[in-house]
């Protein structure tokens, strides 16, 4: 806001402008959080620019008051951080965006076959399974014929036998129990409806 006062010009200006702030911890726990992301992202774009200026390779980590870590890296921050504690050697040639991101694609691409691998084996055994219940005498054994059972398939079938007359004989000797009991209790007209004869 610009005044005239007898041939003086006096500015007022209506905000306080660009001050410098003072070097201490940000009492307002928002306030700090609000800061903390603003100057995060600012430093990340300096990083950025640093490296495109220089072609340096850089690392930045920074843990949040809540303990969260944040970080930075070109080419990438795990990259950095191996070289750095000497568990991948000093490229020979430096690494450029354009190289880590083939080399990404091609980790990428390898983890992708071995999955898709991984995925055939276990559908292959799926299938195997699957055939071996389909296979397996226990399943509709009552519909084959003997001379349709594989021979490894015989003693189940032949357990599945046994195991169905032991209870059709069990079933028997229980309605013969039964109606023996009837007929010793007197009471007249009482027969097996089971169509089996008493041995």
Known sequence: MEMNNHNTNIVIKKTRGRQKIQMKMIEKETDRMVTFSKRRAGIY????????LTGSEVGFLVFSVAGKPFSYGDPSFEDIALRYL??????????????????????????????????????????????????????????????EVEVEELSDLEAAYSDVLMKVENRRMEVIGLTNNINTNGIVGASSSTGFAPS
């Open 86 to 147: 000497g568990h991948l050697h000093e490229p020979q040639i430096p690494l450029n965006q354009g190289m880590y991101r083939q080399a990404r694609i091609q980790e990428l691409l390898c983890t992708h076959k071995n999955l898709r691998e991984l995925m055939e084996e276990e559908e292959k055994k799926k299938k195997n399974l699957r055939g071996k219940l389909e296979r397996k005498p226990m399943n509709n054994w009552w519909k084959k014929g003997v001379g």
């Open 45 to 52: 774009k300096k990083l950025s620019e640093f490296v495109t």
